[in-house]
T-cell receptor, first 114, second 111 residues
Framework: DTGVSQNPRHKITKRGQNVTFRCDPI?????LYWYRQTLGQGPEFLTY????????KSRLLSDRFSAERPKGSFSTLEIQRTEQGDSAMYLC????????????FGPGTRLTVT | GESVGLHLPTLSVQEGDNSIINCAYS??????FIWYKQESGKGPQFIID?????DKRQGQRVTVLLNKTVKHLSLQIAATQPGDSAVYFC??????????FGKGTTLSVSS
């Protein structure tokens, strides 16, 4: 499968714990995006990278959230001191550098904070 | 076929009907628009996109219409099938940056 992959698919954690998610974009896609989606809502933008540079961060990305893309390939999203309000689906997407703006989404990581 | 003028959270149609899903976007500076289909527990799946220099674009059984005057986007699905049942989202962006998603519409197709 050459699509966007995300791991883990599901994560259950206790409030106050740290969690880290991984996203592997489609090979050679230079832009990588993170979104968060809560039940019944559309995805909300968190941040995006062009290669290893983080170009934009949403106000939704509080100090407890950090994202990296150290080598311009895979990316990680870490949430520190998780809160129940962090429970959501975390989606990753990537874009072909050839001029198309279409964002290809992965299957998401479902986070449940108890 | 079913047609709605304003955004509705749900749309129910019979198999074989044509469906029209509407969306209002917010940013006059947006130059790229896209429709996604999302099934339960899955990530959004690309359906069709359109740039602001176009008014209409057709794909296989789907057509997107863009009205920049009133900032309105619509998705037309011809001969709707049960497999089309899902939540549909429109989204806008400026030059390939963050996508801003609209409110979803749940399409239910009965056979």
């Amino acid at each position: 499968d050459t699509g966007v992959s995300q791991n883990p698919r599901h994560k259950i954690t206790k409030r106050g714990q740290n969690v880290t998610f991984r996203c592997d974009p489609i090979s050679e896609h230079n832009r990588l995006y993170w979104y968060r989606q809560t039940l019944g809502q559309g995805p909300e933008f968190l941040t995006y990278f062009q290669n290893e540079a983080q170009l934009e961060k949403s106000r939704l990305l509080s100090d407890r959230f950090s994202a990296e893309r150290p080598k311009g390939s895979f990316s990680t999203l870490e949430i520190q001191r998780t809160e129940q309000g962090d429970s959501a689906m975390y989606l990753c997407a990537s874009t072909d550098p050839g001029g198309s703006y279409e964002q290809y989404f992965g299957p998401g990581t479902r986070l449940t904070v108890t | 076929g079913e047609s709605v003028g304003l955004h509705l959270p749900t749309l129910s149609v019979q198999e074989g009907d044509n469906s029209i899903i509407n969306c209002a976007y917010s940013n006059s500076a947006s130059d790229y628009f896209i429709w996604y289909k999302q099934e339960s527990g899955k990530g959004p799946q690309f359906i069709i996109d359109i740039r602001s220099n176009m008014d209409k674009r057709q794909g296989q059984r789907v057509t997107v219409l863009l009205n920049k005057t009133v900032k309105h986007l619509s998705l037309q699905i011809a001969a709707t099938q049960p497999g089309d049942s899902a939540v549909y989202f429109c989204a806008e962006s400026k030059a390939g940056t963050a996508l801003i998603f609209g409110k979803g519409t749940t399409l239910s197709v009965s056979s």
